[in-house]
């Protein structure tokens, strides 16, 4: 027997030291490798259902930003910032390093944050799963007690990250609409208060609408004018002109050409506050207060929705499964660690018996 087996190692070496690696292998999985306890939890991130006076493509779609949330907080979970807040509240590295076998704990609790990060990553999975909207977060401890506190830890600062992070956002937009509000009304209250003085000026509340009334007055005096003219054409047809009936009505035309005359020189001179010239600036004040009123009325729109907005910015994070407290560890799989370690390594094996096999074909 043991003249096979030296003849055997003689011979193939290589399936030997397969053996071998796949007999300690095998050892460390099924008898040293430490018990690990894997808490789970399964969470979803929810926003209040706030109604907003505007109709959009997002409302229709559900939001449309629920994947890209649970991105932001998967990464989250898995930065070196959770980490940080991790190794303070649960002293991580105490833990990983008094419990685990040689090659599963951390053997110096004073590592470099990046060398306690890459470990972090392998022992905290955080899965994505589109398909349901949903995060699935494992945790791997020495311990239950310490397992389910590390998931429920994540959960809460997770959450908070997600609230602080929508919230400031949301502050910032909101502080900058109200400064352009205080902007903006101060603006509408000066266009105001030059319309109001302007009108007390020329004490016209509407110079538009005095140059209207004035222009209705000379159209009737025009047609005054126009038929009184063909009174005094009939009138001297057949009297004289220094009748008295006709003089009366050469009276009255000269009278209503002088009032058409004034009545147009209010509305129209060369110098002075002609009521066009009034009206002009008025007109032109009236639409910088329009205009004023109408901007100040959108910023306050803007600024309610975005108070909604900002509402709506809070995510909630919704625990669909509560972080377990294991009874009974899963980790590591040992059959399935050892079944791999062994497949690869017959694979191999059987790869390098054909090189060999084809080198001593080559040779003879």
Do not use: C
Not at 215 to 242: H, I, K, P, Y
Not at 318 to 329: K, R
Request: aromatic share 8%; net charge negative; no cysteine.
């Amino acid at each position: 027997m043991q003249v096979s087996l030296r003849r055997f190692v003689k011979t193939s070496p290589h399936w030997a030291l397969a053996f071998v690696a796949i007999v300690l292998v095998s050892f460390y999985w099924f008898v040293w490798a430490e018990e690990r306890y894997v808490s789970r939890a399964t969470v979803v991130l929810e926003s209040p259902q706030v109604a907003t006076p505007e109709f959009s493509l997002s409302s229709l779609m559900g939001g449309g930003g629920n994947t890209a949330d649970l991105l932001l907080l998967r990464e989250h979970l898995l930065s070196v910032d959770m980490l940080r807040l991790l190794d303070e509240q649960l002293n991580i590295r105490q833990h990983y390093n008094e419990h685990g076998d040689i090659f599963a704990k951390l053997r110096d609790p004073n590592v470099p944050i990046e060398d306690l990060h890459k470990y972090y990553l392998r022992r905290v999975e955080v899965e994505l799963d589109e398909y349901a909207g949903v995060l699935n977060i494992h945790v791997q401890g020495y311990t239950p007690e310490f397992a389910r506190d590390m998931a429920a830890l994540l959960l809460s600062a997770g959450e908070n990250h997600m609230n602080e992070m929508g919230h400031r956002l949301a502050e910032e937009q909101v502080r900058f609409l109200e400064q352009q509000m205080i902007r903006l009304e101060d603006r509408f209250r000066d266009t105001r208060t030059e319309l109001l003085d302007f009108q007390n000026e020329y004490g016209l509340v509407s110079p538009t609408s005095t140059v209207e009334s004035i222009n209705q007055v000379v159209a009737t005096l025009e047609g005054d004018l126009a038929r009184l003219q063909a009174q005094r054409n009939a009138l001297a047809s057949f009297q004289s002109s220094q009748s008295a009936e006709l003089r009366q009505v050469e009276r009255s035309i000269t009278a209503l050409r002088d009032q058409i005359v004034e009545q147009r020189d209010r509305l129209a001179q060369a110098t002075g506050n002609s009521l066009n010239r009034v009206s002009a600036e008025y007109e032109t004040l009236e639409l910088q207060a329009q205009f004023a009123q109408e901007t100040y009325s959108s910023a306050l729109a803007a600024l309610e929705n975005t108070r909604l907005e900002a509402a709506r910015q809070l995510k909630q994070v919704s625990v669909l499964q509560s972080p377990l407290f294991p009874e009974y560890p899963t980790e590591p799989n040992r059959l399935y660690n050892s079944s791999v370690f062994a497949i690869i390594t017959i694979f191999l094996a059987f790869i390098l018996s054909m090189i060999i096999m084809i080198v001593k074909d080559h040779r003879d």
